[in-house]
């Protein structure tokens, strides 16, 4: 039983580059979630995807920032032109149903790393 | 206002002791979750227990369990018999929940738990 998976692990990227954080969910987990922690502090949402639908994007910056869940393979966070402030541990979530009592599993994180 | 509060930052017990790591919360719903992650120096975030809002008893995993208690809004973490892999940072979560089906789960800022030999 394969937990939830992310790749890479650590991302090096210069300001003004492009940023692609990969997220499988567990399987049979339809339901990903994407969180950001800035160092010494807690997690905080940023989206919530099912397959090929955006449920809640409250928690994402307007500009730079996009995620989708497509039918055929992983959840993708993508940051464009990143800056330093987008450095942080960006951790992915899967829950079976989004049922209030279902538990949302994370992955190992991605680590990235704005130069 | 804050969701979730931890006001513990630092926590330091002794090896095969008990500790207590508190929480408390605010929700104005009648259903909800209240979960603990831990997070070792390694950084992933290990889920380690559940309590869902209409739960009689205290939820127990092995040596954790959660002292739930509803009227306080509070549900603190209990580790029995700490061992020093126990030391890492600790997290309370709350599911909540808004219009349009969405849920997410919202952290307090976390307790670093050190256990000393």
């Known amino acids: 039983n394969a937990g939830v998976m992310q790749n890479p692990r650590h991302l090096v990227r210069r300001r003004g580059q492009e940023a692609r954080l990969r997220c499988s969910p567990m399987?049979?987990?339809?339901?990903v979630y994407w969180y950001r922690q800035l160092p010494e502090e807690g997690l905080k949402f940023m989206v919530y995807?099912?397959?090929?639908?955006?449920?809640?994007e409250s928690g994402m910056p307007k500009e730079r920032f996009s995620a989708e869940f497509p039918k055929e393979g992983p959840s993708i966070l993508r940051i464009q032109q990143v800056v330093r402030g987008d450095s942080a541990a960006y951790f992915c979530?899967?829950?079976?149903?989004?049922?209030?009592?279902?538990?949302?599993?994370f992955g190992p994180g991605t680590r990235l790393t704005v130069l | 206002a804050q969701k979730i509060t931890q006001t513990q930052p630092g926590m330091f017990v002794q090896e095969k002791e008990a500790v207590t790591l508190d929480c408390t919360y605010d929700?104005?719903?009648?259903?909800?979750?209240l979960f603990w992650y831990k997070q070792p120096s390694s950084g992933e975030m290990i889920f380690l227990i559940y309590?869902?809002?209409?739960?009689?008893q205290n939820a127990t995993e092995g040596r954790y369990s959660l002292n739930f208690q509803k009227a306080r809004k509070s549900a603190n973490l209990v580790i029995s018999a700490s061992q020093l892999g126990d030391s890492a940072m600790y997290f309370c979560a709350m599911r909540e929940y808004s219009q349009g089906g969405s849920e997410k789960l919202v952290f307090g800022k976390g307790t670093k738990l050190t256990v000393n030999p």
């Open positions: 995807l099912q397959k090929e639908n955006i449920i809640d």
């Open positions: 929700t104005s719903d009648q259903s909800y979750g």
């Open positions: 979530a899967s829950s079976p149903t989004g049922g209030w009592s279902d538990t949302q599993y």
């Open positions: 399987k049979g987990h339809s339901h």
């Open positions: 309590q869902g809002s209409y739960d009689e």
